[in-house]
């Protein structure tokens, strides 16, 4: 009997076994959404000075056309994932295509600032749907593990090509159409998506089912826009008005609230003990640390080449292309590396990376030599090439195989967490510098930001020391051997040890390598 998409049937939830090239049709549906998704991150930053002349938005109002997108989007990865396995996966694909592009049509329309970041935020509903449930029809189209090896290893390299195409796209529509005109790209390319989407890609469905869990998912939200707020509004309302520290209390008190909540859920939206591993805890904050070098990173270079160098805009995304180039480069050289010697060398290698771009930027002034702007960009680029593929393969690592997809979207989510903080605190330092007592000019100002990029540098190096040990692999084993299921119908307990191959990894043996190569998706 054959499926509806043209391939054996299907078992219930699952999709049809589809022809191989059907399978590829599937992968490049699904990359289509990943570029528009992509594209969006490198594009927007390039458009921000045109934008804020446009529509008269200083510094903060700019932060917020960036942290709009990504607080939405890191609020709602994990429950988009969810929802998606409940409803079925080409569902929820469809409708976050839906969204996006109609939230990027809207954008292109926006009459104000106030109106821009709203329809953002609608842009980012949609975007939550589109990643991480496009990486969830690869996992179930392509079956075969070298197969779906190769298809996440091109999946995961889209995002560097849409990065690297962002700077040169966005410059050469801002110049020739306006800043609307970055928003108008994504409108043809998703309604293809769209349409394609409806005609080849299978339904599917997990076969069990997560619970959801609106208290955690409302705590997370008011917790990461208390802090946001807090972080972005703070210049300009003053950091001990009313307004911002009741700010931060609410954000403590909704940490505080999922702390003492979350242990007691059922099925939680973030398992409290994933945190006993070190290298998931560690990877975490290594991706909050890297995120956040990269959100400042795109803000401030932007507004320091537009408006204190006086570039175009097309020539200011020029100036940052090898910063995406070496960043598509080095994502798939990191996952070799990472199987071939661990997670520490390529750790090691982004935060001195990192560290040394943040120190050639942190003393950059109006007419810093152009040779030294390129090696910060080169040393950046690098960097965060490099740091990708460890985060991914230390949250999976050491996790029983049915909490794998669980552990990476809390690294999906921390690094939009760490692109929210990284905007509004670099962003935030740099106007207290340019607003301060000394009212300093945007480029020296802009220093404060860039020792932040820097110690943010060093923290990742630190913790590439510290969770790529024994000590560290040994806690992820124990937390491993306390969270796979101890069921065991002939009682001799080798449930338990089922649960986990002979690798003492706790995944199926290509899931690192696939992990790896996933990462580059974000």
Request: with cysteine; proline share 6%; glycine share 12%.
């Amino acid at each position: 009997m054959t499926g509806p998409a043209g391939g054996s049937s299907p078992q219930p939830g699952q999709p049809a076994q589809l022809s191989h090239s059907r399978r590829l049709l599937v992968l490049a549906i699904c990359c289509m959404s990943l570029f528009i998704v992509g594209l969006d991150v490198t594009i927007v930053n390039v458009a921000l000075p045109s934008i804020g002349r446009e529509l008269h938005a200083g510094v903060s109002g700019l932060q917020w056309i960036i942290d709009a997108y990504t607080l939405v989007l890191a609020s709602l990865l994990m429950l988009s994932g969810s929802t998606a396995d409940r409803i079925g996966r080409r569902r929820t694909f469809q409708t976050g295509l839906v969204l996006f592009t109609a939230g990027s049509l809207l954008c292109s329309l926006a009459p104000g600032l106030g109106w821009l970041v709203a329809f953002r935020m609608l842009q980012a509903v949609g975007g939550s749907m589109l990643n991480p449930v496009a990486m969830s029809i690869i996992t179930n189209t392509f079956i075969e593990p070298r197969e779906r090896a190769r298809a996440i290893g091109i999946w995961g390299g889209v995002i560097g090509l849409s990065m690297a195409l962002g700077p040169i796209t966005g410059g050469l529509l801002v110049e020739s159409v306006g800043w609307r005109g970055i928003f108008w790209v994504n409108v043809p390319v998703g309604i293809a998506a769209l349409a394609l989407t409806a005609l080849f890609v299978p339904e599917s469905r997990a076969p069990r089912r997560r619970k959801l869990d609106p208290v955690g998912q409302l705590l997370i939200i008011v917790l990461l826009a208390a802090l946001v707020y807090g972080l972005i509004e703070g210049p300009g309302s003053g950091w001990t008005s009313p307004k911002i520290l009741g700010c931060f209390a609410l954000a403590a008190a909704a940490l505080l609230a999922l702390a003492v909540y979350e242990p007691r859920c059922a099925e939680p939206l973030i398992d409290p003990r994933f945190f006993r591993s070190a290298p998931f805890s560690g990877a975490v904050v290594i991706a909050i640390c890297a995120f956040a070098t990269l959100g400042g990173f795109l803000l401030v270079n932007t507004l320091y080449l537009q408006d204190v160098r006086g570039f175009t805009p097309l020539l200011a995304g020029a100036y940052t292309l090898p910063m995406a180039a070496m960043t598509a480069i080095c994502s798939p050289l990191s996952g070799r590396l990472v199987g071939a010697r661990g997670t520490r060398p390529p750790l090691l290698v982004a935060g001195l990376s990192i560290t040394a771009a943040g120190v050639i930027m942190a003393h950059v002034a109006s007419d810093t030599a152009t040779i030294a702007l390129l090696a910060s960009y080169v040393l950046f680029g690098l960097g965060f090439g490099m740091v990708n593929a460890p985060i991914t393969n230390s949250t999976v690592s050491g996790m029983p195989r049915e909490q794998a997809g669980v552990a990476a979207g809390v690294a999906s989510t921390s690094r939009q967490i760490g692109s929210s903080l990284g905007v509004a605190v670099i962003g935030s330092a740099t106007i207290s510098a340019l607003h301060g007592p000394f009212r300093l000019g945007f480029a020296a100002a802009s220093h404060a930001g860039w020792w932040i990029v820097t110690g943010c540098g060093v923290v990742i190096f630190v913790l590439g020391l510290l969770v790529s040990g024994r000590w560290a692999h040994q806690t992820a084993l124990r937390t491993a051997s306390r969270m796979a299921p101890g069921d065991d119908d002939d009682g001799d307990g080798a449930g338990e040890a089922g649960a986990r191959p002979a690798t003492g990894t706790g995944l199926s043996p290509e899931t690192p390598r696939l992990a790896r190569q996933q990462d580059a998706a974000g």
